[in-house]
């Protein structure tokens, strides 16, 4: 069912939602439509763990690329958003995304690996906690969740809200909720910022 979320938490939600919608055409023309070496290695972990007869949950589809590779190596992708023109983008490419709420939404499941490259960012911080359990609750035992954040403390807002984590603090989180880091590869980089 729906998640009792705060309203300020929902408020900064909404906002960066808002501003994916009116920034995702450029982004479409500016971002890699092949991941690179260093996402595809991760990606083909995930595979690797899911199985390739495996169920993927992808929160935070954007544009579809990183789909379109899984999905290039055997696993079934469920592909969701929370900005609708990113769903029309890839409907117009002939994909079928949903409309997903990280914060709100039931996740469903169990997947055999969730995918959240650059979506945990935008999560406000008090929310993180609820965020990842709801993930884990989502996961098989020993299903994999590949994440990427931004290194660092505190948080930015512009249009989007963004927060900044230490590597360690998230590893706990994780813990917590049972789930294992088995790696923490620093220097993920589509951008000058370390993720």
């Not at 992808?58 to 992708?77: H, P």
């Not at 994440?147 to 989007?160: K, L």
């Not at 809200?161 to 989180?173: F, I, K, N, Q």
């Amino acid at each position: 069912g729906k998640m009792d979320v705060p309203p300020e938490a929902l408020a900064k939600s909404r906002q960066t939602i808002s501003a994916y919608e009116d920034y995702a055409d450029r982004y479409d023309a500016i971002v890699r439509h092949v991941p690179n070496e260093r996402e595809q290695a991760s990606l083909k972990r995930l595979v690797a763990i899911a199985g390739t007869s495996g169920r993927v949950l992808e929160v935070g589809s954007g544009a579809g690329y990183d789909a379109d590779f899984l999905e290039g190596l055997g696993v079934k992708v469920r592909r969701t958003d929370a900005t609708k023109r990113f769903l029309e983008l890839q409907a117009a490419r002939g994909k079928h995304g949903e409309l997903l709420d990280l914060l709100t939404d039931d996740l469903g499941g169990p997947y055999d690996a969730v995918l959240a490259l650059a979506v945990l960012i935008h999560v406000p911080r008090d929310q993180t906690d609820q965020v990842l359990a709801k993930i884990a609750g989502s996961l098989r035992p020993g299903g994999a969740l590949l994440v990427s954040m931004r290194n660092g403390d505190g948080a930015t807002s512009a249009h989007y809200h963004t927060v900044l984590r230490r590597s360690d603090d998230l590893a706990g989180r994780l813990e917590a909720d049972r789930l294992i880091l088995i790696t923490d590869d620093f220097d993920f980089a589509r951008s000058p910022e370390a993720w």
